[in-house]
Each structure stands twice: as C-alpha cells, then as structure tokens.
C-alpha cells in the first residue's frame, strides 16, 4: 500500500478526489503547486475558487506569524482588534447601508445564517431561490442548492421554493446580445437594439413564482441567489434581471440576499462585488473562499435594520472572527488593493474568455 493508499483507507471514500492516481500535494508558492513527488502544477483552479492571492503569499503569511505570536482565540464573547479592525475594512468596500458584519468559517455556513436572520426580520419562513443555483452543503442550505449532482437522499428544502434560472445561453430565452459579459451565447434571439424580450419573458416567469407559490398580500422572507452563478456553470443572466428581480421583491416585504462566495472580491475585474455589476441593492451578503486565501472564514453584511432584528434570537458563533481569520482576511484585502488583482481578473478573465469565444 502506497503512502496515498494509507492515508486515504482514514477518510470518508465519499471524498472526492481529481484523476485516477490522487495527488498529494506538500507545497505552495503563488501560483505553484508541488506534490509528493516533487512534481510542479500551475494553479489555475485555485483551492476551488479560494487562493484569490496565491499560495502562502508573503504578506498574507507574515501578518498570520505575528498574529499567531500574539493571540489565537478568545471565542466571540470578547472583542478582539483584528475582529474590528476588519469588520472597517471590509463594510468599506459597501454600499452605505450595509454596515453591520457576523463572522463565520464557511460560505454554506454565511448563507444557512443569512436565511435566518431573514426569516427573523420578516416573520416568515418561505425563501425563494433559483434552479441551477448552489449555496453550500449543510442541511439548511442543501435545500436552497438546486443542482442534482449535490442533492442527498434526506429532507431537504422545507421552505425553500426554485425559480427559473435566466440563462440565455442555455435556457429557451435569449441569445447573443442579452448579458452583460465580453461575450455572448452563439445563438440568436428576437430582441430588438436596447430592448430584452428574453429578460421580460424571464422576469414574467419570475413573477409566476410570486403570484402562485406565496399569498397575494405577501412573498418571500428571502431571494437568495449567487450573482454569477459558480458551480451551476458560471451562468450569467440576461441584463437587469437581479435588479428587477431585487425591486419586485423589495415591495413585496422580502429581503435580498447576494450570495458572493464565489463572485466577490474584485473577481469579476469590472466590480468587486457581484452585485454591483447588476446595479443591484441587496440586504444582506454572504462572503468566504477567497475572503480568506484558504484559511476558513466567512462572513454575512447586512443592514443595521436586520442586525438589530436578530436580537429577538440568540446567536453564537465561536470561532467566527477569530483574531487569526480576522489578521488574514485583512491582508488578503491589502493585498487585492495593493497589487490591483481585481484590474488583474479584468485583464486575465476576458483574454480566457474572448480565447475560448472567439
């Protein structure tokens, strides 16, 4: 039995691994990788869309050491500095009235916490999500992922209603001028110059939903939905769609949730938050993966209106917004700003994607 054989003969065998032969990796260096072997991989997949600023970046490490020297943790019921320090950082690089910040330590964790704080605000219990969409693995947000690959044969999605994604790549509606993207699907569509009738037969279907799953005075506690759908297949919507979507159900009392897990942190180059691309005003946003370049935090913002609601529930997350997930996502913060990763993706992201859409 090789070394590999062993270690995984101590793990679930429902662990999935890439290639037939299992890689062993023991080192990082930026964009690098070496197994066990001594063998070199360029990076491209990045930790699952976690390593935003490289393996073991020097700054984002140095500032980990002299934290780790100088206190670890002390759970949530004590402040800390590095915990308000990046709770400023962070809320900054908001819109005005998204202020107020909860740590975590996973995405799935950040959206099973923001689904509660909006059945909280608004005393309701039903959500609305879309097809095609996925929010994480716990219990909760299982039921809010709507891929099969990812479904499990246990209860899941009490509460949690699909509506239809607005792809005009592979859904009925839409062709090649209908999203906000370098590039458009190969295929052409009825629309006529600076009109959509791909987004309005969506966003028809959309208000379906509304009228005919939830009561006619009201709608649901929350929408949650990834601006850029990730491990659906990086689908983007027909221009407006979120921010349409977002105002019908505003007046309907919901809350919005952007869920950025995979599309925050200036990967989109254009925006560093996903929603900022739609003109879009959401709640609440939940964060992690790249938040943290690999070290486990996660986060949910939101206003002081729905942080204040939340008072009528007891919340404790111990080791959210520990002093050592709170050094480094500040670094990972300086570091985006300081080498201009996000003009980085801008540049890199439409060269791959004009290459591969010629």
Request: glycine share 10%.
């Amino acid at each position: 039995m090789n070394r590999v054989q062993a270690l995984r003969s101590h793990l679930p065998p429902s662990l999935v691994t890439f290639y037939r032969k299992p890689l062993l990796m023991e080192r990082g260096e930026m964009q690098f990788l070496w197994d066990s072997e001594g063998k070199k991989y360029l990076d491209m997949f990045g930790g699952i869309v976690t390593v935003s600023v490289g393996h073991c970046h020097p700054k984002v490490n140095e500032a980990l050491k002299k934290q780790v020297d100088k206190l670890w943790h002390t759970t949530s019921i004590y402040y800390t500095s590095p915990m308000f320090e990046y709770a400023q950082q962070l809320t900054a690089t908001m819109p005005e009235h998204l202020k107020v910040v909860f740590f975590t330590n996973s995405g799935s964790e950040a959206n099973d916490l923001a689904l509660a704080l909006a059945r909280v605000h608004t005393g309701r219990f039903d959500c609305l999500t879309m097809r095609n969409g996925y929010h994480g693995m716990t219990q909760t947000v299982l039921g809010a992922t709507n891929l099969g690959t990812w479904k499990q044969p246990m209860p899941s999605g009490f509460g949690m209603l699909k509506t239809m994604c607005p792809d005009p790549h592979g859904g009925p509606w839409g062709g090649k001028d209908c999203r906000d993207s370098p590039i458009q699907a190969k295929k052409n569509c009825d629309c006529f110059p600076g009109t959509c009738s791909a987004e309005d037969k969506y966003m028809h279907q959309f208000q379906e939903t509304l009228d005919y799953d939830f009561p006619a005075n009201g709608g649901p506690a929350a929408f949650l939905l990834e601006s850029i759908q990730g491990v659906g297949g990086t689908t983007q919507y027909t221009r407006d769609f979120v921010k349409k979507a977002f105002e019908v159900v505003h007046k309907r009392g919901g809350v919005c949730i952007s869920d950025e897990v995979q599309t925050g942190f200036g990967r989109l180059g254009s925006h560093f938050w996903g929603f900022q691309a739609h003109d879009a005003n959401p709640d609440i946003v939940t964060m992690a993966k790249g938040m943290g370049n690999g070290f486990p935090i996660g986060a949910v913002v939101c206003s002081e209106e729905i942080a204040k609601s939340f008072t009528k529930a007891l919340y404790f997350n111990t080791f959210g917004g520990n002093p050592m997930a709170a050094t480094v996502g500040k670094a990972v913060l300086d570091v985006i700003k300081e080498e201009k990763l996000q003009d980085n993706c801008a540049k890199v992201g439409t060269y791959f994607l004009e290459s591969w859409h010629p």
